[in-house]
């Protein structure tokens, strides 16, 4: 285990690339298990939680190969439908898709439940909820999930979420593709990565549309052939850059990015006083003065994303003026960095599910520890723009869904390194 050094105080200034997103890379590669045969993923980063995704795909049987950092060929020829090994499942928050493939693909699924990062109660309920609905019997313990096919056997169904969920959306597209019948999703989640994975069944075979509205149809084929996607670059990794960016008094240029996909964090940056200018593919954003306070309430896509509270908070805290910050997916999640940034000089009321920020010129370097993956990146930006050297602890929490972070914010003009404890 080891810890991050920052001496901070340093405005980042340069250009960045931005990987592969995490959270469709975590889908797609799952959803790999329905193919028949061999695919080559591209643009997939190389963070931990992908490593132990592929770790659990290996053990099932899948032949592996990574001809380079960024691409993974999966050969499902010798998958067997072997369960995955529950101590690596228990070690990230997507092997649940797991459960969706394995239903899918062999009509049944014995899944440990998963681990990854407990900033909040994740239940399970809605994903449960639509594979009952596709026909599965389930049964829940408080260890591992249980499917088999019911007594009218495993067929397409009409779901409507209770809540919009980005996991149960996934899982239920995954488990459907392969069913015969259609499955339509009501109230489904709308994420970017939502639409990466319906284009990457498609591009195997499958029929799926609605992909990014709230209505995702599935029409159920027999079988998907092999072939080659890449990836979307990751929404999140480049609003944590930007942020970083804003944070330091910075000017960067995020290349690798979906400006569309920025949209709801961009004007939010725009409003504290950042200049962005949108490219086709990259973002610059700089800041050319002090930063003014704002409100930022999260919500599902197209909303503020809740995976960018965290790192938004760092900006306000650094803003003239009192910020208000609601989360409304996560209600916890403030209780993972707040009183950490507290520690560096950030003022913060925590009041339900709002934290009130009053900004201030100067955070200062302490030692800080990450509790999950999103609040460790703001531990890091706050680092970035406080006064003298900071300790972040935890950093396998970052390092689950940052590639190469320290190399990125080094050539950027941090003075940043990993130390091992
Ligand atoms: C995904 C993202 C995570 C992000 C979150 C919200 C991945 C791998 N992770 O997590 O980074 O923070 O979306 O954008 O894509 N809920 C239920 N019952 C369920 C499922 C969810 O009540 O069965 C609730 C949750 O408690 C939460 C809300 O629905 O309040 C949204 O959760 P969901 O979209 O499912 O989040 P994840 O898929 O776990």
Known sequence: MGRYEIKGGKPLNGTVTISGAKNAAVAILPAALLVNGCCRIENV?????VRILLAILE???????????????????????????????????????LMGALLGRFGKAFVALPGGCNFASRPIDQHIKGFAALGADVVETEDYVSMTPGPNGLRGNRISLDVV????????????????????????AKEPHIV???NFLNTMGAHISGAGTDT??????????????????????????????????????????????????????????AEVINYDD?????????????????HPYPGFPTDMQAQICVCMALASGVSRLTESVYETRFFGYC????????????????????????????TVSAHDLRAGAALVIAGLAAEGTTWVKNIHYVERGYERIIEKLAALGATIRRVED
Not at 165 to 188: C, D, K
């Open 282 to 298: 990259a973002i610059r954003i700089k800041r050319p003065g002090p930063l003014r306070h704002t409100t930022v309430k999260t």
């Open 45 to 49: 980063p190389d963070i931990s939680d």
């Open 196 to 198: 990466d994975l319906a």
């Open 59 to 97: 053990d099932m049987g899948v032949k592996i190969q990574r001809p380079d950092e960024s691409t993974v060929i999966l050969d499902n020829s010798g998958f067997t439908g072997k369960s995955p090994n529950e101590e690596l499942v228990r070690k990230l928050r997507a092997s649940y898709y």
């Open 339 to 366: 009183s950490e940034l507290e520690s560096m000089g950030a003022d913060i009321q925590i009041t339900g599910k709002t934290a009130i920020i009053t900004g201030t010129d100067t955070l200062y370097g302490a």
């Open 216 to 273: 995702v149809k599935i029409r159920g084929v027999d079988a998907l052939r092999g072939g080659t996607y890449a990836i979307i670059p990751d929404q999140i990794e480049a609003g944590t850059y930007m942020a970083a960016a804003v944070a330091t008094g910075g000017n960067v240029l995020i290349k690798n990015v979906i400006p569309k996909h920025m949209e709801c964090i961009t004007s939010k940056l725009a409003e504290m006083g």
């Open 165 to 188: 969920s980005v996991g149960a959306t996934v899982n239920i597209m995954i488990a459907a593709t392969l069913l015969p019948g259609q499955t339509v999703i009501e109230n489904a």
